[in-house]
């Protein structure tokens, strides 16, 4: 079972972003996210942390909680991510909080 966040009826994670925004390596905070809307997410500690991670990502990766690892997405199909860049992606969401919240 594929699952995304998108599946969830969380309010809390409701965006809407341009896909082109995030399809390079290159992310310009700033045009992604504002200062409330980091501490809001901040806020929620976990949950927060999902939904910045789902702006980010959403389209690229999805976990798979019955296989306990993440998939990404490649050309039309979906393949485990044994080399790990969904979990590496997370560490933009650290580096995001880094860049609002030490201002």
Same mark, same amino acid.
């Given at each position: 079972?594929l699952?995304?966040?998108? @599946? ?5 994670? @409701? ?10 390596? &290159?992310?310009?905070?700033? &045009? ?8 809001? %997410? ?14 980010? %990502? ?9 296989? @306990?690892? #993440?998939?990404k997405?490649?050309?039309?199909? #979906?393949?485990?991510? %044994? ?13 995001? %909080?880094?860049?609002?919240?030490? @201002?």
């Amino acid at each position: 079972m594929l699952v995304d966040t998108e @599946q969830r009826n969380d309010e809390s994670c @409701q965006f809407e972003i341009e896909k082109d925004l995030i399809d390079d390596d &290159e992310f310009d905070f700033d &045009e992604l996210f504002d200062y409330e809307e980091v501490l809001k %997410y901040f806020e929620k500690e976990d949950i927060g942390d999902a939904c910045i991670y789902r702006k980010l %990502y959403k389209e690229r990766f999805v976990y798979h909680f019955d296989k @306990q690892m #993440w998939f990404k997405y490649v050309g039309p199909h #979906w393949e485990p991510d %044994y080399s790990l860049e969904a979990v590496r992606g997370a560490e933009l969401v650290f580096e995001i %909080y880094k860049h609002f919240l030490n @201002q």
